[in-house]
Nanobody
Framework: QLQASGGGLVQAGGSLRLSCADSGRTFNINVMGWFRQAPGKDREFVATISRFGLRTKYADSVKDRFTVSRDNAKSTMYLQMSSLKPEDTAVYYC????????????????WGQGTLVTVSS
């Protein structure tokens, strides 16, 4: 139901924009979030956005570099990533839930398949 896209290979300092499209009918009532998982590491919180985009929250590691947004008319969430670092390399997942500002993976009810971001040094 969620389809993440936009990943790829980019040099350090570059930018990418990820998209997460929801083919269901409940996008505009869901809190949406981005998480990422690097090889050998646990999935970690990246950013979350409230139902109408009025509230956002970021992990400290991406604050001031990443921007989360959503377009409810298109049932799509975005993650604009700038000043990318090699440590941002991971599979990025989008999730949908009901708890605002949650950094907890378990608070998201369903997930997309993930999109790989690789940042070269």
């Amino acid at each position: 139901q969620l389809q993440a896209s936009g990943g790829g290979l980019v040099q350090a300092g570059g930018s990418l924009r990820l998209s997460c499209a929801d083919s269901g009918r409940t996008f505009n009532i869901n809190v949406m979030g981005w998480f990422r998982q690097a090889p050998g590491k646990d999935r970690e919180f990246v950013a979350t956005i409230s139902r109408f985009g009025l509230r956002t929250k970021y992990a400290d590691s991406v604050k001031d570099r990443f921007t989360v947004s959503r377009d409810n008319a298109k049932s799509t969430m975005y993650l604009q990533m700038s000043s990318l670092k090699p440590e941002d390399t991971a599979v990025y997942y989008c999730g949908a839930g009901r708890k605002i500002d949650s950094e907890n993976y378990d608070d998201y009810d369903y997930w997309g398949q993930g999109t790989l971001v690789t940042v070269s040094s």
